[in-house]
């Protein structure tokens, strides 16, 4: 196997590429403007690997990543890391007591702060952009007056300052990132413990089934398989109609799997795989001080 290609939700200075730097022994990083733009890339071989959000601890799921992969492209996940959030304000260097009117981040950042942004910079507005990594781009572009939302990788790539550190509103913000690719292949990766190993499965119901879910959820529980997550989503065929996005802590095999998904096909229900895999839990140190 060749230098592996590994895209992501860029550009520099975004969580994301935090996480991909800090999962990845070496390769080639390509940086993409937006989850669907990543995803395709994985899906037409412009790279093998894609790594994108998936969950937030504060905000929950990423829906449009989970509904791309759904709807939209047919790949696996293959890997999960989870990376702490450390949120902090952004300024351009010349900075200096001009009053903040403008405020930049991705949409999620400013949630995770709305408690600081309303206590300290309750006149500002807020504007949003694709990525806490662009967000920094135009405050280094526009320059004083404005700031942003972001990480400390976004400040050093773009030559901002410091000015607060964590300003996210809740400290055990966490955000889980999966690894993608259309045909499975060996990661090289760092040295990392896998906390758990993983897999997640999509299941749609059958419409009109009284205690259809109820059912579901049984043939996971009587085999004593542990869900550690579950989510609906729309199937966008109509109102009402929906599948379930389950989370099983453990790896497929061909023992309990196959008879969960006999049991469900039984019902009228469908399973489908969506990725077995490991999951690692990464500290990313952020060593920042106050300007």
């Known amino acids: 196997m060749g230098e592996q290609r590994i895209g992501f939700l860029g ?9 991909v730097d800090a999962l990845f022994d070496g390769g080639t990083f ?30 929950g799921s990423v829906h449009l990543t989970i509904d791309y992969l759904v709807h939209q492209v047919d790949q696996s996940i293959i890997a999960e890391l989870t990376v702490p959030i450390k949120q902090h304000l952004l300024v351009h260097p010349n900075q200096k ?26 006149e500002a507005e807020i504007e949003y952009t694709a990525s806490t990594g662009r967000a920094a781009e135009i405050v280094a572009e526009q320059g004083p007056g404005i700031a942003a939302i972001g990480n400390h990788l976004a400040a050093e790539e773009n030559g901002l300052t410091i000015i607060d ?16 690719q259309k045909q499975p292949e060996t990661l ?14 999509m299941v749609t ?25 579950i989510e609906s989503r729309p199937m966008k065929t109509g109102l009402g ?46 060593p920042v001080e106050k300007a």
């Open 97 to 122: 007591n001009q009053p903040i009117e403008r405020i930049y981040s991705h949409s999620h950042a400013i949630a995770q702060c709305h408690q600081y942004l309303h206590k300290h910079y309750p």
């Open 188 to 201: 090289k990766v760092k040295d990392h413990p896998v906390s758990t190993q993983k897999t997640t499965v």
């Open 205 to 229: 119901l059958p419409k009109d089934y009284v205690g259809a879910l109820h059912q579901v959820l049984a043939a996971f529980a009587w085999r004593k398989m542990n869900l550690s997550k």
């Open 241 to 286: 109609n929906y599948f379930f996005l389950i989370d099983v802590d453990q790896p497929y095999d061909q023992v309990l799997f196959p008879g969960v998904q006999a049991e469900l096909s039984a019902l009228g229900c469908e399973l489908k795989v969506l990725g077995t895999y490991p999951s690692y839990q990464i500290d990313v140190p952020t």
């Open 165 to 180: 550190t964590n300003i996210h509103d809740y400290d055990n913000n966490h955000t889980r990132f999966a690894v993608v």
């Open 11 to 19: 550009p520099k200075g975004t969580f994301t590429k935090m996480a």
């Open 30 to 59: 390509v940086s993409y403007e937006s989850i669907p733009a990543c995803l395709d890339a994985v899906e037409n071989g412009d790279v093998q690997t894609g790594v994108v959000p998936l969950e937030n601890a504060i905000e």
